[in-house]
């Protein structure tokens, strides 16, 4: 049992570890395609104007609520859940 609660430790920490870099990531990516969807839209005021930042600052709000509750079912709880009902299945069939 001890060995178990472990191995769950040690998969939650890289998980976190994981999720952590995902988000920062995925923001980014995001951001960088919000920027160029603004000078796309709008070629006569590229660069960095108080609203294109409110247009990205609107934008990231939204994409982050559904993506903090996407990576967490994705990277936090879906593996441990893998792992548990392979224990289970292994050690009980």
């Given at each position: 049992?001890?060995?178990?609660?472990?191995l769950i430790g040690m998969v939650l920490?890289?998980?976190?570890?994981?999720?952590?870099?995902?988000?920062?990531?995925?923001?980014?990516?995001?951001?960088?395609?919000?920027?160029?969807?603004?000078?796309?839209?709008?070629?006569?005021?590229?660069?960095?104007?108080?609203?294109?930042?409110?247009?990205?600052?609107?934008?990231?709000?939204?994409?982050?609520?559904?993506?903090?509750?996407?990576?967490?079912?994705?990277?936090l709880v879906l593996p441990v859940v893998?792992?548990?009902?392979i224990i289970i299945i292994v050690n009980?069939?």
């Amino acid at each position: 049992m001890m060995a178990f609660l472990r191995l769950i430790g040690m998969v939650l920490v890289i998980e976190a570890l994981f999720y952590a870099l995902l988000t920062v990531y995925l923001r980014s990516t995001r951001r960088e395609a919000l920027e160029k969807e603004w000078d796309r839209r709008h070629p006569g005021r590229a660069g960095d104007t108080p609203e294109r930042r409110e247009f990205i600052r609107r934008s990231m709000r939204g994409f982050s609520r559904r993506l903090r509750g996407r990576l967490a079912f994705l990277v936090l709880v879906l593996p441990v859940v893998a792992i548990v009902a392979i224990i289970i299945i292994v050690n009980y069939d």
